[in-house]
């Protein structure tokens, strides 16, 4: 562990307070989501109710994914034995452990969607399985066993369930660690890790399937689940960046440099590449094979009200950190940080629009109160939800074995 003379200079009992300004425009932002989202659904227009529902399923699957990269984050140091995110790691456990809220939130959503037949119409409507019946549907008929509303919220509450109780777990268990010492905790979360990675990494592109992807049952696509993976990964890389600069620039956690910061940047570069690289291969092999049922998802994404924001979602995602942190002084530097996970954030919400609108809303689609007012509303709620969570524990896992070298990391 080395000694600990040099450090005086920190102070690991430091705590985050959450309140003032902060802690009342996250409200306020809460208020306005709730406003616009009642505006969309008491509205009377079933255009505007179904907009509406695919709103808050977009805001409610982004929230969660961002949380279960949280806890991805979490899980991922332990296994690796990374020492340089010691001093960082509160941030995604914060995240992690609003995961529960966030699924809760996503499986009232997707519940609601159902029962009022605004979401999932494509395998949820009246006599798609009767051959009788004008709607049916030989293809859903086949899909029937696998999407059907019983075991289709069966697999919601397993999944984000099992996510939600390793989340906590694994938070708790570093918290335990700050009050005894010693390495339980460690070896304990280093275990729990292993298992949750392996059950995150199979489960996950199942979830993107049944949450986003069956949105148009008919249209599957064996890539879909690694690039919603690849977009949950850079979103919540960005979010933690973005937690990271606001704390050090109003004062706290001065043991985090710009070797911390140099780190992230790498990891938003390199999986933004990533994110391209499966996106362009779901792209690139069902434009090539050109096969109707295949293309059927393009097309649709390719059409007049579509297609600006489908090629904008690649200039966001892909250039821009392409070119603003290709450079080694850009990761090293807050505001280029800040900036870059700022526009990549909106950048993958624009990813999720397009995943989510056609396949519900298709030309109905709209950009305007209900969808700034959902989106305002989640990040108001991320906000504060996120931040009254780390506001309860120390900044700095003070007794995690490898903190020592977070403080000395340097690349």
Excluded at 26 to 48: N, Q, R
């Amino acid at each position: 562990m080395g000694t600990h003379s040099h450090h005086h200079d920190y102070n690991f009992n430091e705590r985050y307070e959450f309140a003032g300004k902060a802690k009342l425009y996250s409200i306020i932002a809460v208020v306005l989501g709730v406003a616009a989202v009642a505006f969309g659904l008491l509205s009377g227009d079933h255009v505007t109710v179904e907009r509406t529902y695919a709103n808050l399923l977009l805001m409610g699957y982004y929230f969660t994914c961002v949380c279960a990269a949280g806890a991805f984050f979490v899980a991922l140091q332990y296994v690796t034995q990374s020492a340089w995110s010691a001093g960082l790691v509160r941030i995604p456990q914060a995240m992690a452990g609003v995961l529960p809220i966030a699924s809760l939130i996503l499986l009232v959503i997707v519940g609601l969607g159902l029962t009022t037949h605004n979401l999932y119409h494509h395998w949820h409507a009246d006599g798609l399985l009767d051959p009788n019946h004008a709607n049916y549907d030989p293809i859903i008929e086949g899909k029937s066993a696998y999407l059907n509303v019983p075991f289709f919220l069966t697999r919601q509450i397993v999944f984000m369930g099992i996510y939600s109780i390793f989340a906590v777990v694994l938070a708790k268990l570093s918290y335990k660690e700050d009050l005894e010492g010693g390495l339980t905790s460690y070896k304990k979360s280093f275990k729990l890790s292993a298992i949750f990675l392996v059950i995150f990494g199979f489960t996950t592109p199942i979830w993107s399937f049944d949450t986003i992807m069956s949105l148009e049952a008919h249209w599957f696509s064996t890539m879909f689940g690694w690039y919603n993976f690849a977009a949950m990964w850079v979103s919540g890389l960005c979010a933690i960046t973005v937690i990271v600069v606001v704390l050090k620039k109003a004062g706290y956690m001065n043991w985090v440099n710009e070797n911390h910061l140099h780190d992230l940047g790498k990891l938003m570069f390199g999986f933004s590449i990533f994110w391209t690289y499966v996106w362009f291969a779901q792209f690139m092999l069902i434009w090539y094979s050109n096969i109707p049922e295949e293309t059927v998802y393009f097309y649709k994404r390719w059409e007049p009200e579509y297609k600006p924001w489908f090629w904008l979602s690649i200039i966001i995602n892909f250039v821009a950190p392409l070119l603003l942190l290709v450079d080694r002084d850009a990761k090293r530097k807050q505001n280029v940080m800040l900036f870059v996970a700022i526009l990549l954030l909106a950048g993958h919400w624009l990813d999720y629009y397009i995943m989510v609108m056609p396949g519900t809303v298709a030309e109905h689609r709209g950009f305007g109160i209900i969808e700034i007012g959902t989106a305002l509303g989640f990040l108001g709620l991320f906000i504060f939800l996120v931040m009254s969570k780390l506001s309860k524990q120390a900044l700095v896992p003070k007794n995690h074995p490898f903190l020592d070298e977070s403080l000395h990391h340097q690349i």
